[in-house]
């Protein structure tokens, strides 16, 4: 039976955390953060294309809450650093300069308070 390995740290968590900051500052709660941004990434990845057996149905069918708890993580980590989210925040004075594809930053401006 072959291994397969789901490598969090290779997911892009510095654009990750700009949109969840730029969601917080909107006044979104941050479990509903949490919830739009590992539903995106469960949608972006599919684990069905990824593993062709019945083992990528097993791991597509978790792979939202996997999600979901690493960017909880993340997240919590991000603010309890106010030093960062300032930091972050004037490297992206708006989200043109953020490096959000503008599908993302269109989606993130759909989403109301």
Do not use: C, H, Y
Request: hydrophobic share 45%; proline share 4%; charged share 35%.
């Amino acid at each position: 039976m072959a291994k397969i390995a789901l490598n969090l740290s290779k997911l892009p968590w510095k654009e990750i955390l700009d949109m969840a900051d730029l969601l917080l500052e909107k006044g979104i709660p941050e479990e509903e953060v949490i919830d739009q941004l590992s539903s995106l990434l469960d949608e972006l990845i599919d684990f069905n294309a990824i593993v062709k057996n019945p083992m990528g149905a097993a791991i597509e069918a978790i792979d939202g809450l996997i999600f979901a708890t690493a960017i909880k993580i993340a997240v919590s980590f991000s603010k309890k650093s106010p030093e960062d989210r300032k930091a972050r925040k004037q490297e992206r004075s708006n989200l043109e300069k953020a490096k959000i594809p503008k599908s993302l930053r269109d989606r993130i401006s759909q989403i109301k308070k």
